[in-house]
T-cell receptor, first 115, second 111 residues
């Protein structure tokens, strides 16, 4: 299985809602990532988990809260988002954070719209 | 810190034309280099990658890229593009633990 899956595919939420994005991989990868991608822009790194521990937080606002319950699963909890947070949220995984051959495998993304 | 520069933001070609997209990177250590493609409405897909060895790398769908260390470049090429190659192309460099993307090049191929 060389796939990274993400659910849901689409999400519409209000600014007062609480929702979660889910990412799963069964490739035995020990590093997992959240990216945010706005239209016509490259993905921007948000968080990196390495061996289920948060290792990089790229100054992301606290209304985004990541969680890594186990080595296969990565969640992104959303609360009190703003309309400018509307974007495609991508999950990725790789063998390890510091692996010389650090190829990241991307999921299809969750397209989030904040009203 | 690493950085990536893609020379063209938009490229328009006719079918059967040859393609070369420029990518320059900046990083002091050993780099891994990638080209990703994102078709309209779809997710990122890996076109090809360079880790070591032969600097001419062949990828999927007839794409290839050449790593020129002295020029810090990793340009993407395809001898004859098709309409279905219309997409956004991202060059990326993996250095110390993170993957840095270029701003992307939108390729439009007209039939």
């Amino acid at each position: 299985d060389t796939e990274v899956t993400q659910t849901p595919k689409h999400l519409v939420m209000g600014m007062t809602n609480k929702k979660s994005l889910k990412c799963e991989q069964h490739m035995g990868h020990r590093a997992m990532y959240w990216y945010k991608q706005k239209a016509k822009k490259p993905p921007e790194l948000m968080f990196v988990y390495s061996y289920e521990k948060l290792s990089i937080n790229e100054s992301v606002p606290s209304r985004f809260s990541p969680e890594c319950p186990n080595s296969s699963l990565l969640n992104l909890h959303l609360h009190a988002l703003q309309p400018e947070d509307s974007a495609l949220y991508l999950c990725a995984s790789s063998h390890s954070k510091r692996d010389l051959y650090n190829e990241q495998f991307f999921g299809p993304g969750t397209r989030l719209t904040v009203l | 810190a690493q950085s990536v520069s893609q020379h063209n933001h938009h490229v328009i070609l006719s079918e059967a034309a040859s393609l070369e997209l420029g990518c320059n990177y900046s990083y002091g250590g050993t780099v891994n280099l990638f080209w990703y493609v994102q078709y309209p409405g779809q997710h990122l897909q890996l076109l090809l990658k360079y880790f070591s060895g032969d600097p001419l790398v062949k990828g999927i769908k007839g794409f290839e890229a050449e790593f020129i260390k002295s020029k810090f470049s990793f340009n993407l090429r395809k001898p004859s593009v098709q309409w279905s190659d219309t997409a956004e192309y991202f060059c990326a460099v993996a250095g110390y633990s993170t993957l840095t993307f270029g701003k992307g090049t939108m390729l439009l191929v007209s039939p």
